[in-house]
């Protein structure tokens, strides 16, 4: 099968690999998308030790079941499915209490088992979900980056979210901030650095956007609020200034969520934590209900996960990582489908 290969540091290539066999808990799939991750965009351009190569990266997917392992009999050959893009363990103390997410032993596509930039992958056959007959590849594939949108929403859904402020208008950004108008029924600002990107978070709803270049955001939520600060911030960038920003946009007794992991260390003034009582919240991943939840919301037509996406065949696989590297104008997320 043809897969898009990461074989060093600086590098990738369109090659030629063996298809294994699946396990007895595993099917076969046929992929039929998978997204490009901005982690594994840092990971590539910052050679990440959490995904050291050769590898086959790639966890944002969906396709077709070609083959069924011994054990499998909970899906059948020819099923349209979605994948988790982790795999839980199911025993231990985390999954036990229903943080499947944040297993102690989770193992996630393209960084610690083989990706989905390939013809086929396989998977067990409990990551799997039905894709919905109405929804594209491309959107059905994104299920799992909408899903973290929706963490977020259940992650806050006991502080108030009239005000919310999205920095980044990247796809984890526009994603939550979709999340957070459908499901909380939000006026979401979104603040970027692109003029491109603003211009979509625009046209998907939000209820204003800030240029990170010509404005401060905090500023800005503050004028907007009466001086108080946003009810709920999201951090989709995760640079040591956005976490900065994600606090001194808040209001007191406010929640900031830090999603973005583009940075690793960041100096805060924690007065402004602890004398208004802000809260933070780190977040990573997603349920795989959130992940139902997700294709729900995409194919009742809620979310919009199609006109700021492009598709490229597996043959164009380098060029996708190329061109979301640079991130110039309306390139904000990629799809390749084999």
Not at 219 to 230: D, I, P, S
Not at 250 to 261: F, Q
């Amino acid at each position: 099968m043809r897969v898009l290969n990461y074989p060093a540091f600086d590098q990738l290539e369109i090659r030629e690999q063996d298809v294994a066999s699946p396990k007895p808990d595993e099917v076969r799939l046929k992929v039929a998308a998978c997204g490009v991750c901005g982690s594994e965009l840092e990971s590539f351009k910052n050679h990440s030790p959490r995904r050291p190569p050769p590898l086959v990266m790639g966890h944002e997917f969906c396709g077709t079941v070609a083959e069924l392992g011994t054990d499998v009999t909970s899906v059948k050959i020819g099923a349209r499915v979605v994948s988790n893009s982790l795999v839980p363990c199911g025993k231990c103390v985390r999954c036990t209490r229903g943080d499947t997410h944040l297993c102690a032993h989770r193992q996630i596509f393209g960084m610690h088992r083989p990706g989905a930039f390939a013809e086929y992958v396989n998977v067990p056959a409990r990551c799997l979900i039905p894709w919905p007959e109405n929804l594209p590849a491309e959107a059905a594939s994104l299920a799992e980056p909408l899903a973290n949108g929706i963490h977020i929403v259940n992650l806050t859904k006991n502080y108030p979210a009239a005000t919310v402020l999205v920095i980044g208008a990247g796809p984890i950004g526009l994603f939550s901030q979709q999340a957070l108008q459908v499901l909380r029924g939000s006026k979401v600002y979104v603040a970027d650095l692109s003029p491109e990107r603003l211009a979509v978070a625009k046209k998907l709803g939000a209820a204003g956007v800030i240029n990170s270049r010509e404005q401060d955001p905090a500023k800005v939520l503050q004028e907007l609020t009466g001086g108080e600060g946003a009810d709920i911030v999201v951090d989709a960038v995760g640079a040591s200034a956005t976490k900065k920003t994600s606090l001194e946009a808040l209001r007191p007794g406010g929640v900031t969520v830090w999603i973005g992991l583009h940075e690793n260390t960041v100096t805060i003034d924690s007065y402004n934590v602890t004398l208004p009582e802000k809260q933070v919240l780190g977040t990573y991943a997603a349920k795989i209900e959130e992940l139902a939840h997700a294709l729900q919301l995409m194919a009742s037509g809620q979310v919009d996960a199609l006109s700021w996406v492009q598709r490229f065949p597996l043959e164009e696989g380098v060029t996708a990582f190329q061109r979301m590297l640079a991130a110039k104008g309306h390139d904000i997320k990629a799809v390749i489908c084999p």
